[in-house]
Each structure stands twice: as C-alpha cells, then as structure tokens.
C-alpha cells in the first residue's frame, strides 16, 4: 500500500501549510465563482486533519473540529490567523519548547508577532505527552485532561497533556504517530477495534493491522496491549490501571508495565510515578558527575597542567585555545577517579550507573564503554572469546580492526565472501548458504568443534542489512553454541525504531533466548524431528543444546550523540558470567587506556539520555531526510540526468529480496512501505546510506568528494568507490542541509551542461568514453582466494593462520618486493606468490589480500586496474612485498614436522587407551 508521503508526520505539516494557503486565498474570493469550489477543498483538508490530530494533543481533534464549525459560520479571516499560528508552533516547535503560549482552548489570543521575544528569551520547559487508554465519553475525557493538569507543578522543567485513545488499534496508532508520547496508561479493558481508520492513514499503520484481536478477552487486552507497546517502543514507562486481580497473566506480560495501580481513583500517585519516570531516564550519572566535579573549587597536585586551565589561561601565547573551547571543558579535564568521579577499568559508582542504564536503552544485559573507537571494542571482544587455534568465520571485507584482531588473538579466520556488486565495485553481505556450506564442510573434516564465532558486519559501510534473526537460527541449528559478533559500528542508532530493531543483534538474542525456552518452541522442535528422513539434518536449534551468545560493536559517534571514537559493546550472552566475565575484564584492561577522556564517557552519557527520550523521533526523522533526498534526485530531470541513487534492486539480488521490494520510491507510485521487507527479507537496505551514482557526469567517486563537494562546497561524505560516493543521514540532518546538498548537486548539473555544450566532435567523443569506462569498464571485485598450504590451519579445510604469517615477515631476508607489472609474469611461471601483510586499497577499504594468501592473478589485475590514491600496505615504487620461496620451504617442513609430531601425540594416546 503506497502513498505519496513517507511518514504520517510528513503528511500532517503538508495537510496543515496546504490548510494555511487554503484559508489565507479564500478570505479573497468570497464573492469570486470559484468560492464553492475552494470551499469544498479546503473542507477535504480540515477532513483529511481530523483523521490524523485525533492521535495528538496539539492542534488536536478538538481544535480542528472548532476550526470546521467557524469555517460553517463562515469565520474565514479568523480562521486563517489562527491556522498561521498553529502552522507557526508546529513548524518552529516552540508549543513543545514554550507550551506555556498555549491557552486552554487556543481561542486566538496568542500573537505570533507579539510573543516572539518571549519565546526567545524565556526558559524553556520539556514537554512530552501522556498516552491514556480507556473507552471515556468526551465528558469524561475532558475531566481526566483537567485532573491532570491541575496537578503539574507550574513552575517545574517538565510539563503533559494527555492523549486520550479508546481502542487497542487507536492507542497502537498513536504510538507510532505521535513523537512526543512518553508514557502509557492503559485502564482496564479498552476497545477492540478502531473506528476511526481512514483510507488516508491505512499505509502507514500495517505493523497495527496485522495484529490479530480475534479471541482476546477484555481482560487481557490492556495487558496485551502493554506487551505490544513495550515491543514497539520499549524506551516508554507503561502503567497499568485496573480493578481486577493479574494472577492469570505470565511474568513477561506483566514486566511489561513499570508499575500497576489497582482501583486508582486519585490521580495524583499515577502523576508522581509519570513524572518520576521521566526523571529516572533523564538522570545521567557520569555526566552530572562530571559537571558537579568541574565546579568544586580544587587545587591539582596530580598529572595533567591542562586540568582547571591553569596551563592555558596563564599563558601568553595559547589563550586562543582556551577561547576557543571555553573554561568548562578545562574545569571538566582531570586524572581523577574520586571525588564523585569513577573509574573505567573498575567503575563502582556513576559510571557503573551510566553502564547500567546504557544497556536498558539498548536492550543488553552488560554495556561497557568504549573511548578510543569501535576498532578497540572488537579487539576487545575477540581477545575475550577467542584463544589461539580457535576458528572464526568472518566476512572478508570487514573493518581491518577484525583482521588486525584475529592476528593478536592467534585465531584462524575462516573468510567469507559476499556477493560482488561489479557495476559499482563494492561487495554487498554473505549470503546466508555460503556461510552454512562452510559449516558444513568444517563439520565434515571433523572441525567443527573447532569453530568459535561468527562475525559480520550489520549493517556494511553502504547500508546492507543482515537478516538477524534468520542468519542466527540456521547457524545455531548446525553450532548450537556459536558465538555471534554484530559488527554494528554504523548501526547503533538500529536499536530506537521498531522497523530497525527487528535487525540488531540485541533485540534478536532476547527475543530468541524466550523463544527456545518456551513450550510452544519445544513441542514444534519434537515434530520438526520426527518429521526428518534418514540422514537429513535438522534446521531448527535443539532446546536443550543451544545458547544465546550474541556481543554487538557499535561507533556511538558515528550514529548517534558523542564525541569522536565515543564506542559501546553490547552483551547478550548466558554464559557471560560464568565463561567469559573475567576473560573479558583482562581483555578490556588489555586494550583501555588507564587516563580515558572524560569528556568521551561524559557523551555518551548524555547520547543514551538523548536516544531514550527522544530517539525514536530523530531516528524516524533522519530516514525521512534520506528518503526526502532520494525522492529529490530521482524527481528532478536535471539531477537524474547525471546522478542516480542506488536502489534496493540496484544493491540486493532478486534472489535475496523474497517480499520484491525492488525501491523505496518511485515518482508514478510514491512510497512503498518497507515494513514486510524488513521483517522478512534475506538483505535489506538501509536507506540513510544514500548511494550516489556519478558515473553519468564522467567524475570518479574519489573526484566527486574531494574536487566538488568537499572543496568548492564544504559538504562532508562518507566514502567512495570508483564511481560514486555514499552520502548518510543522521540523528543531525536538517531540512536546511538537506536543501543545500540538492543545490550543490544542481549547481554542478549546470556547469556540467555548460561544459558538455562547448564540447567539439572529438572532445565529445573522449567524454563519452571515459563516461563509458566509469560505468561499465569496471575491474571485476576478486574473491579470496586461500590461504597458502604453509598457512593452513588444516589441510584443504577452511581456516588459515594469518598470525604466524604475519609475523614471519618480520624477517625481512624472508621477503621480498615484486613490481605489480611483473607479478603477472611469475604467476604464469607457475611460481606461488604469497603475501606477507595485509593489502587495503581505500575505496573499497578491506583488504584485498591477508597475510598467508594466495596472489592470485585475479588480485594483481585488480590491483593494476585500481585508480585509487591510498593502499595501506602496498608502496608502489618498491612492489608487492611477498614471502621468498626458501621462507615458504621452511615453513613447509616446519609444518611437516608439527603434523608428524601431532600424528605421533595422537598415536601414543591411542595406545595408552588401549
């Protein structure tokens, strides 16, 4: 079901400046033949309001059904003012930042012009709605609104209205819709089934729809009802009213609801409870300790001149750098871990606390901060888990920290290639049946107790999606103790919607973790075995074997609030207290500095406060600017004549989008809804990882960022491939910035115009061939090819030791350079090329040779054929550095001796069992 619109909220601020231009024309045309015609339309629209307000507080149905009786009475010109400033709060968003400017009925005494320095100036309150659930006459809604009210402390920070919805369907609707819903009240026995669903808001509500009410009782109802909000929107506090006693309900419906109160006839302990609610979640440890600290007056007989400023202030010549970052930041640098403050390697007080409550928001059972970057919490995790001559599947083109890592932890990464996107030269993710074949073909040499864990990236620098869910129950079916590590560095903000969170590691481990140990699950395992025929192997988990075991990596920084190389590791494993725990403790001291930098920890802090009031809002608003850019190239003639951003179909295979979502716009359809896609899909796409094509113009992606964007317009990117560049909204996206990339982008359409008109005969021609080689003269992406026979964990199976390779090449008399013009010749000598170091061409950014693989002559071409800048490991003017032959023949009998020596171990234990 499609619309024209990719969210509700889109669609209201449409419906409401459409209603302002309305107003504002018919007050000129009243005696004009056209009136009826423009009465008619406007009335459409106020309509069209009334299906969508009834799920906010302001304006509110009430407030638009009073604006269609005084458009009946034929009120025109006070309508019109009245709209202008509704639109004006709407758009500026001072009813939520000043709701104080908000008269009970809004009867028009406020001035939009009058009042505009008081907005400006006066303290601004934080304000957020309260969802309440009961089937109340408007009598009595009014009367509970007024209870309420009456009850908020005039002169606090934090201030409500209530919103009030009759059904189950009605209160799930607001849920979505409504951004500024904090807390829920659900009273005992609400409607079934709305009555008041409209054609117009029908595509957006499909996850409400789907929920099937048939057979629910009305005294099960709130508590389900609880149940699917916490599902939806787990950051909300739940209350739950009723008379009746919950002994009939299971534990898990009832943690649903943060508090319930029986027979409740004052309000006021409910208000203390929503607002204590509000607080708790509001409350950063670290940080408050941090500006408390900064404020106590204290003199500094420890390390660090900078801490208070003293160094900086005194001085004659670096003031400025003061100036330019202020006295605070100064006040709040010390090597201090007490007086209020705490200690990152063994926090006991606030930051314990701001740990704690980051995994609440996140859905883990342990969050550890992280202060120098996502490439030291993977470094982390591995060394925690895996020990030396463990095997790790891996996805080839991961982050270099993961090779970097399995080198230290003495692992044997057994690579995973994803499927290759040629025409823009990137690789997408590992399908699912490459990674159970490899499973399987260790399991059949006998090495799949060997295996540890699985790691890949979720989502991939261009925004590929993991099926989560899926991808771990056919592993776990095959290795039902499997480790899983999420690589989620550009996906932390995943866990803040509902459509996204299906997708994240953490979500997927609780959810699975419940679905294994219930009845329902082990009854259908029974009959999933006794439905197998001889020799077939089972697809589902066995019950009484599998364990949850499930880390996530995730660059706070790049997603979400905090400061740069600001990190999280997330934990969902069973076994973490009594396996891993103290493993992990070495590890992170291992890799953490013993003076992290306070002001990091301090934001992420503040970033986890940040996403639990108001996270799912700005992530809903960040895929709305990548979705507002997406339908702004594709739309416009100019800019898609030279610029195309990728599609789902463009980046996923057919054979890997089961529901057929092949694009989330097109101009002839509108939008198509994502939500099944998501749920079902093998890969998904992210759409805030915005594409960008540029071959059509003829400029290299690295051009295109660097000579264009960056440098004539100050427009920051993410990276590039050969010919395009990935552009990324964030929880920091504006409208404005939106605006200003797609003028940028027309700008250069133009010159382009410009200049491919004064081109002649011939200049044309070499455009187009050089337009031609950027689109389809790709060189082709090479796959791994295999670890040399000196580097094999096992001969012939997956698995290479890429440690013992690397640090052979510490002996420089063991290597050797050869040029890459030459490397060609000696492969068709038949002689073995070897890399000794990790080879990563910037774009793609993986490496495209590990240490102890194979050169194949695929690689060499593609390295001939790369016109990048930057190849860490590779210097062109010396060569590809390689192992000699006598290193590998000495290696080669090293290897034989270690094998015969096994052989002879594994013979003697044999003879003394006997």
Not at 344 to 366: F, I, M, V
Not at 769 to 793: E, G, M, N, T, W
Not at 819 to 825: Q, S
Request: contains cysteine; charged residues 25%; glycine residues 4%.
């Amino acid at each position: 079901m499609n619309s024209k619109h990719y969210n509700i909220n889109q669609l209201r601020i449409d419906l409401w400046n459409e209603l302002k231009e309305k107003t504002s024309h018919i007050t000129r045309i009243q005696q004009h033949e056209t009136f009826p015609i423009r009465l008619k339309e406007l009335n459409e629209v106020l309509q069209n309001l009334l299906s969508i307000e009834q799920y906010f507080s302001f304006p509110g149905a009430p407030l638009v059904r009073k604006t269609i009786l005084s458009v009946e009475k034929g009120e025109f010109k006070a309508v019109s003012n009245q709209v202008a400033e509704i639109v004006y709060l709407l758009v500026s968003d001072n009813y939520r930042t000043h709701p104080e400017v908000l008269s009970e009925k809004f009867n028009g005494s406020y001035s939009t012009d009058g009042n505009k320095e008081k907005l400006s100036s006066g303290s601004k309150k934080n304000y957020f709605e309260v969802l309440y659930v009961e089937d109340l006459s408007s009598k009595e809604e009014d009367i509970i609104k007024n209870k309420f009210k009456e009850l908020i402390n005039p002169h606090g920070t934090l201030t409500y209205d209530v919103v009030v919805q009759r059904s189950f369907q009605d209160a799930l609707i607001c849920l979505f819709f409504n951004y500024n819903i904090q807390a829920a009240c659900i009273r005992y026995a609400p409607l079934h089934i709305s009555t008041n669903i409209t054609k117009l808001i029908k595509p957006f509500i499909q996850n409400v729809l789907k929920i099937d009410l048939k057979g629910v009782s009305d005294s099960d109802l709130g508590p389900l009802l609880g149940k699917y909000i916490h599902q939806f929107r787990p950051e909300l506090d739940i209350y739950y009213i009723t008379d009746t006693s919950l002994t009939h309900l299971e534990d898990s419906t009832l943690k649903a609801f943060r508090r319930i109160f029986y027979r409740m006839e004052d309000l006021q302990e409910l208000h203390l409870t929503i607002i204590s609610g509000i607080n708790e979640r509001f409350e950063t440890p670290f940080y408050t300790a941090l500006t408390e600290y900064s404020k106590k007056p204290t003199s500094v007989f420890h390390a660090m001149p900078i801490s208070r400023g003293n160094s900086v202030f005194k001085s004659r010549w670096i003031t400025d750098f003061g100036e330019f970052y202020g006295r605070n930041v100064f006040l709040a640098e010390t090597s201090a871990t007490n007086g209020g403050l705490d200690s990152l390697l063994q926090p006991k007080g606030p930051l314990k606390r701001a740990q704690e409550k980051a995994a609440k928001a996140y859905g883990a059972e342990h969050t550890f901060f992280v202060t120098n970057g996502t490439s030291t919490a993977n470094k982390i995790v591995q060394q925690a888990l895996i020990k030396p001559g463990d095997v790790v599947l891996v996805d080839r083109d991961c982050h270099k920290s993961h090779h970097y890592g399995l080198v230290l932890a003495g692992a044997f990464p057994a690579y995973l290639d994803s499927y290759p996107i040629q025409e823009y030269s990137m690789y997408g993710a590992v399908p699912l049946k490459i990674i159970k074949d490899r499973l399987i073909s260790l399991s059949k040499a006998g090495r799949l107790d060997k295996v540890k864990m699985l790691l890949l990236t979720n989502c991939t620098f261009d925004g590929l999606v993991y099926n989560v869910e899926k991808v771990m129950e056919e592993v776990l079916a095959i290795k039902p103790d499997m480790v899983f590590l999420w690589d989620e560095a550009w996906f932390a903000f995943a866990s803040f919607t509902y459509t996204y969170k299906q997708r994240t590691g953490m979500y997927v481990a609780q959810k699975l973790f419940n679905k294994y140990r219930s009845k329902e699950y082990k009854k259908k395992y029974k009959e999933h075995l006794a439905g197998l025929k001889p020799g077939e192997l089972p697809t589902m988990p066995d019950p009484e074997k599998v364990k949850i075991r499930v880390y996530a990596t995730q660059s706070t920084h790049k997603t979400l609030s905090s400061f740069r190389q600001g990190s999280m590791i997330q934990v969902w494993d069973e076994e973490y207290s009594r396996r891993v725990a103290d493993n992990f403790q070495e590890s992170y001291m291992t890799h953490t500095t013993t003076s992290p930098n306070y002001q990091i920890l301090a934001s992420l802090d503040a970033g986890r406060r940040q996403v639990e009031l108001e996270g799912y809002e700005l992530v809903e608003k960040s895929i709305e600017m990548a979705m507002i850019l997406r339908s702004k190239v594709q739309d416009h003639p100019k800019l898609s004549k030279y610029f195309h951003v990728l599609t789902v179909k463009d980046l996923i295979p057919n054979a890997y989008r089961q529901c057929g979502l092949s694009e989330y716009y097109t101009e002839e359809d509108g939008w198509d809804r994502m939500e099944e896609a998501w749920e079902k899909d093998e890969f998904v796409l992210d759409p805030t990882k915005v594409t960008l094509s540029v071959g059509k113009a003829g400029i290299t992606g690295d051009a295109f960022k660097n000579s264009y964007l960056m440098d004539r317009f100050n427009i920051q990117v993410n990276k590039t491939s050969r010919n395009t560049v990935l552009l990324m909204t964030n929880i920091g996206t504006t409208r404005g910035s939106v605006t200003f990339l797609i003028n940028a982008l027309l700008q250069i359409a133009d010159e382009l115009d410009e200049s491919n008109r004064s081109l002649n005969k011939r200049e044309s021609e070499i455009s187009k061939k050089h337009i031609q080689s950027l689109i389809h003269d790709v060189p082709p992406l090479p796959d791994f090819s295999y670890f040399h026979r000196s580097f094999q964990a096992s001969p012939g199976v997956p698995g290479g030791n890429i440690r013992e390779a690397f640090f052979l090449a510490y002996e420089e008399d063991l290597c050797e350079y050869i040029l890459l013009k030459d490397c060609i010749n000696e492969l068709k000598k038949n002689k073995e090329l070897v890399s000794t170091s990790f080879v990563i061409p910037y774009p793609p950014g993986f490496p495209i040779l590990v240490p102890g693989q194979v050169v194949s002559e695929e690689i060499i071409r593609f390295m001939i054929a790369l016109d990048v800048k930057e190849i860490h490991g590779y210097r062109a003017e010396l060569g590809l550095k390689v192992f000699t032959v006598e290193a590998l023949n000495r290696k080669n009998t090293i290897s034989a001796m270690g094998a015969m020596h096994a052989m002879q171990i594994a013979e003697s234990k044999t003879k003394s069992k006997k």
